[in-house]
């Protein structure tokens, strides 16, 4: 991947830090809803009211000047299937895990897709990538840690760990082949695309669940503030957030845009004070060293490719 213009940074930090925005946002709402509603249905209802979005986006753009390479049926499954793996995995992985320790894992999530990216492109991260790597898993770390009303305690691996890190390898790998094969296509059709196939083999999942080990079925219509929260967790949380992503993406690399991801919980932080939950002071200073690290990388790449502009 050729190294990114200052504009495509600018584009790059906007789109990624509303999709952690959502992202983060999604925690209090999914936690709110999942007592309520079963968990299983929540994360097929997520794809499913994603799509009309999504599929009305694509009709309304402006399709690709060329038109794009052939796509193989067997590519489509592939990605949209790492889709359905990342849910499924992680859904199990939160289930069978220490909470803090689970929370931990998914802060190392940048290790994991620098590490994939590196095997299957050879991809060469820019100056001060790894300092930033550093800051921002440890600044996740704090802001776990620093939680209000953690359990006391060792953290304890209970087993769910391993499916967590296998989910965001899972998450990596999309995020890589679906630019590779799905970029000529645009990054809203490539997003659409693949989270339709997702939608379909998580009802698949949801079959087998509700005929195996049973859902619990809504006894109720949803509430007028309930609804506005499945809607919010699709249309936001899927449709919008996993756009912002791939768009991200194509112009930055994942290892970089996962750094972005660490930023979720820290929104979340800021969501939860508005709400009334007063952060503690490591969550705070957790929270400023994980978007510090990113300003810092950002800003320097953005001197760099001024300094290759300014050459040329």
Request: charged share 10%; glycine share 10%.
């Amino acid at each position: 991947m050729a190294d990114p213009s200052t504009g495509a940074l600018r584009r790059a930090t906007l789109v990624l830090l509303l999709a952690a925005l959502i992202w983060g946002s999604m925690i209090p709402v999914l936690a709110a809803l999942a007592e309520h509603y079963d968990k299983w249905l929540l994360s097929w209802l997520r794809y499913v009211l994603g799509l009309p979005v999504l599929w009305l986006a694509v009709l309304l753009s402006t399709p690709p000047a060329a038109a794009p390479r052939p796509l193989p049926s067997g590519r489509l499954f592939r990605l949209g299937a790492a889709m359905a793996a990342f849910s499924v995995l992680y859904t199990f992985g939160v289930a069978n895990a220490h909470p803090a320790t689970a929370a931990i894992v998914l802060m190392c999530g940048p290790i994991w897709a620098t590490i994939l990216s590196r095997l299957l492109l050879r991809a060469v991260p820019p100056p001060g990538f790894y300092v930033t790597l550093v800051l921002v898993v440890l600044g996740g770390v704090l802001v776990v840690l620093g939680t209000p009303g953690r359990p006391a305690g060792g953290l304890g691996v209970e087993g769910g760990e391993a499916l967590l890190i296998i989910a965001q390898l899972c998450w990596s790998w999309y995020s890589i082949r679906a630019q590779q094969w799905l970029a000529d296509r645009g990054q809203m059709a490539l997003s659409t695309l693949t989270s339709s196939v997702a939608s379909v083999l998580l009802g698949v999942v949801c079959l087998v669940v509700w005929a195996t080990l049973g859902l619990d079925l809504p006894t109720r219509a949803p509430t007028l503030i309930e609804g506005g929260m499945i809607v919010w967790i699709g249309v936001l949380g899927v449709a919008v957030a996993v756009l912002l992503w791939n768009t991200g993406v194509s112009l930055v690399g994942v290892p970089v845009a996962s750094l972005f991801s660490n930023s979720a919980p820290v929104f979340a932080i800021g969501l939860a004070a508005l709400m009334g939950f007063e952060p503690s002071w490591l969550q705070l200073v957790g929270g400023a060293v994980v978007m510090g690290g990113i300003a810092q990388l950002q800003i320097r790449q953005m001197r760099a490719a001024r300094a290759v502009r300014r050459a040329g």
